[in-house]
């Protein structure tokens, strides 16, 4: 009941080959500042999208009209360090994205990621650099994740690779359920448990 | 079966575990404040759920709350919106609240310790990555999103997959100046930013043995910062003397009993970790960083290493420099630096204040330093107090602030100008972190104090000898 289901995307990708982005740099703590889940996709990545004076900086990839409607972000290695602020996740989604495929995640950035129906996807290096080279040959390139089967292929040459989701997670995101959900399923259980606990 | 640490707190708390996915793992302690738990509130309240365990969760407000003129209305309408959330969520669904003003109220992994909420063997977590602070007193503890914020409230379960196990032994002594704070970003820089991704850390050896408690949080808190879920230290008989008597912690029989328990919480001797590293303490000086991730960071006394030098890409690192107008090869000290920030839930308690001090002591700031000192809580404030420290800040020229998060992540006021240096006793160097444009370099108190005085980087030995 949480979120839209996922099953398989097929898009073009927005590049962004930096590693170690911190979820500081996808929502700046300034933005953090509203009491509603709305708005955080016009803040995503603010201070690499915008300069001081609001202007767009053009190079950042994500002010390029040609990737305009992308679903997917490929990032670098270790996409969402730092801050637990699941308010990366969701300017994920609200800019758009269904999807960020990179060699490595943050723990904390992909649990939140998988919590609000958006998939984190781990790829090997040399797959994240074949993708990152396809997108720069043709932006317009388009990349197909298919939950169901784990696999991420490229679609103009077909190479493909599976990636790894526990299949609790993965049954969450086929149907849409959340881990609430679950949790008030076994209630009693774990109220029985809570009762054990010394303090 | 030999168990680690990590191993018995983590399955003591495990209500059932699903065949390769997620263990339903119960929650002891759940701490919350104002930024990242409205919408969980909003969430629990949208599908009828209730707080299953109120007496179980605890508020405090500290991210965005002003460090002058508390007791005036807060300006700025947003943060005043989240603060007012924050108290209304609290006493509608029967939450202890300490909100802005409060004598129990500060930095939420500063005043958890201090009222005795923290305790050895419980599972604690918070919409906050600095909750790894509170693994210092063999907790498990670790940030959350708000997803899982709600998840709490409604069920008092989270559900995570058990993390692979890693243990960081030191031993040795430590040199004249060197800190925890050095310590801890001496492990993060051997183990760059993401080296403990997918790992709890137990940090073991004499190092951790011979140190405070107040040590112990600034390490267990950097802990995220090289990408671990958490770190913890096994509790000993300081951790106990620590604990005892305060205001929220067990007593009498209860005390006796939980006692028994947390005298088992140590590793077996013959229990096994995924990983294990070894350092010397005599390896470590006081650290200071040079990049735009807590893992760039080196002694005080070397110069920014070569490109070739380093682990990942030579791009992101060439941008990492140029956001803080360094080069390859720059030494630190003799930088001119335009801001100094001792305080957060990493630096911000008695010892650190006292630390600073040992420096400032008759000497005077730099005139073009700006320096903000802000105690983790208003029980550091009244000690900085009874103990005269106030004074010996004053007449050194510098003057103490309420307490509160502050220019750790300027969702306040307190934000450092674009293009400022700023030697900061906080938890990250990111770009912006303490406000757009900002520059940090991530440093101890020492190394803060010893900056502020000669308004440059300084190697906080050379102002300690002759003390």
């Known amino acids: ?199 | 079966m030999a168990k680690t640490l990590f191993d018995k707190v983590w399955d003591s708390h495990v209500v059932r575990s699903i065949k390769d996915g997620p263990d339903v793992f119960f929650i002891d302690r759940h701490f919350i404040h104002e930024v990242t738990s409205p919408v969980a509130f909003l969430g629990l309240e949208s599908r009828g759920n209730t707080v299953l365990y109120p007496e179980k969760t605890f508020a405090t407000a500290d991210h965005n709350t002003p460090t002058i003129n508390q007791h005036l209305p807060v300006e700025d309408v947003l943060s005043a919106n989240q603060l007012d959330a924050l108290e209304r969520n609290a006493a509608k669904h029967g939450i202890l609240h300490w909100g802005l003003g409060d004598k129990n109220n500060g930095i939420v992994h500063v005043v958890g310790p201090e009222n005795g909420i923290t305790l050895p063997g419980a599972t604690i977590v918070c919409g906050d990555s600095h909750t790894s602070t509170h693994g210092a007193f063999g907790a498990i503890a670790f940030g959350i999103g708000t997803s899982e914020v709600e998840m709490v409230l409604s069920t008092q379960c989270i559900m995570q997959p058990k993390p692979k196990k890693m243990r960081i032994n030191i031993n040795g002594k430590l040199g004249l100046g060197v800190t925890p704070k050095d310590v801890a970003l001496f492990i993060i820089s051997q183990q760059t930013t993401s080296g403990a991704t997918g790992y709890f850390v137990e940090y073991a050896g004499d190092v951790f043995r011979d140190m405070s408690m107040e040590g112990r949080m600034t390490v267990c808190n950097l802990s995220i910062e090289m990408g671990a879920r958490g770190g913890m230290i096994a509790p000993d008989e300081k951790t106990f003397e620590y604990i005892k008597g305060r205001a929220l912690t067990p007593k009498g029989k209860d005390w006796d009993k939980a006692m028994e328990y947390w005298k088992t919480l140590h590793t077996d001797e013959n229990a096994t970790f995924d990983i294990e590293f070894n350092y010397d303490a005599a390896e470590i000086e006081p650290m200071i960083t040079y990049g735009t991730n807590p893992g760039m960071g080196m002694g005080v006394t070397k110069s920014i290493p070569n490109a070739s030098q380093v682990e990942g890409g030579v791009e992101t690192y060439k941008k990492s420099l140029g956001y803080m107008h360094f080069n390859e090869g720059d030494t630190m000290i003799g930088k001119k630096i335009d801001y100094v920030f001792l305080g957060s839930c990493t630096n911000g308690r008695i010892e650190d204040f006292r630390a600073f001090c040992s420096i400032v002591k008759g000497r005077k700031k730099a005139d073009h330093v700006i320096a903000w000192l802000v105690p983790g809580s208003h029980k550091v404030v009244d000690q900085i107090k009874e103990e005269g420290l106030d004074k010996i800040i004053t007449d050194a020229g510098f003057e103490l602030r309420e307490p509160g998060c502050s220019a750790c992540l300027a969702m306040n006021d307190d934000k450092i100008p674009a293009g400022k240096l700023a030697v900061s006793t906080s938890n990250r160097n990111f770009e912006g972190r303490q406000g757009p444009g900002s520059r940090t370099l991530l440093a101890s108190p020492l190394v803060a104090a010893a900056s502020a005085i000669e308004g440059f980087v300084t190697d906080p030995r050379a102002l300690l000898v002759g003390l």
């Open chain 1, 1 to 199: 009941m949480a979120y839209d289901k996922f099953v398989t995307l097929k898009s073009s990708a927005v590049p962004l080959p930096i590693e170690n982005v911190d979820t500081d740099q996808i929502i700046p703590a300034r933005f953090l500042k509203a009491t509603e889940r709305v708005g955080f996709g016009d803040n995503f990545f603010r201070d690499w999208r915008y300069n001081a004076d609001g202007t767009p900086k053009t190079d950042f990839p994500l002010n390029k009209e040609i990737y305009a409607g992308s679903k997917i972000l490929v990032g670098g290695r270790n996409f969402g360090s730092g801050s637990s602020r699941e308010h990366a996740a969701w300017a994920v989604y609200d800019y758009g994205l269904r999807c960020v495929i990179s060699s490595a995640f943050a723990d904390i950035f992909k649990n939140n990621c998988l919590n609000i129906g958006v998939l984190p996807v781990q790829v090997s290096a040399s797959f994240a650099d074949l993708l990152f080279d396809a997108i720069f040959a043709d932006p317009k390139t388009e990349i197909k994740v298919d939950l169901p089967s784990q696999t991420v292929t490229l679609l103009s040459t077909g190479a493909s690779e599976k990636f790894d989701i526990n299949p609790y997670k993965k049954d969450n995101m086929l149907n849409g359920f959340d881990d609430i959900d679950y949790l008030k399923n076994i209630e009693e259980e774990i109220t029985t448990f809570a009762q054990t606990r010394p303090f």
